[in-house]
């Protein structure tokens, strides 16, 4: 799975890109979690007596979908291109102000980490160093 949570109370997953996982697994009774504008390639699972909210998250999203939606998901691009429907697709989400390129997040709030717009992100260029 991308995440597990194990006896994990209170938790906030909100904004993140799943790719190419099984998705996020809730498990035990003490594990709760808060699920927001996740792009998960899996799925969100309670085990064990586990226990979720979600909303505003697309699950089940195909590698298809993925190529059109970001610019180059398989190299970890995940700025969204133009006309995705991740664009101004999310819930509000408590605390998320920035997103993974720490710029500010501005009017409907995007699903996925990076949210949409132009500029550089430092956080990407840094992946992509070691080429």
């Not at 991308?2 to 996982?21: E, K, M, P, S």
Request: hydrophobic share 35%; proline share 5%; charged share 25%.
């Amino acid at each position: 799975v991308g995440l597990y949570l194990n006896r994990a109370a209170d938790t906030r997953v909100y904004n993140n890109i799943f790719y190419n996982t099984v998705g996020i697994d809730v498990r035990y009774r003490q594990s709760t979690a808060d699920v927001r504008n996740n792009v998960i390639s899996g799925r969100i699972k309670n085990r064990s007596e586990g226990s979720h909210t979600s909303a505003g998250d697309r699950v089940g999203v195909s590698e298809r979908d993925f190529a059109r939606w970001f610019v180059d998901p398989a190299r970890g691009d995940f700025r969204p291109r133009p006309g995705a429907p991740v664009i101004g697709g999310g819930v509000e989400a408590p605390g998320v102000a920035h997103d993974f390129c720490g710029r500010a997040r501005q009017g409907a709030m995007d699903q996925g980490a990076i949210a949409a717009g132009e500029g550089p992100c430092a956080a990407l260029a840094k992946l992509w160093i070691d080429e």
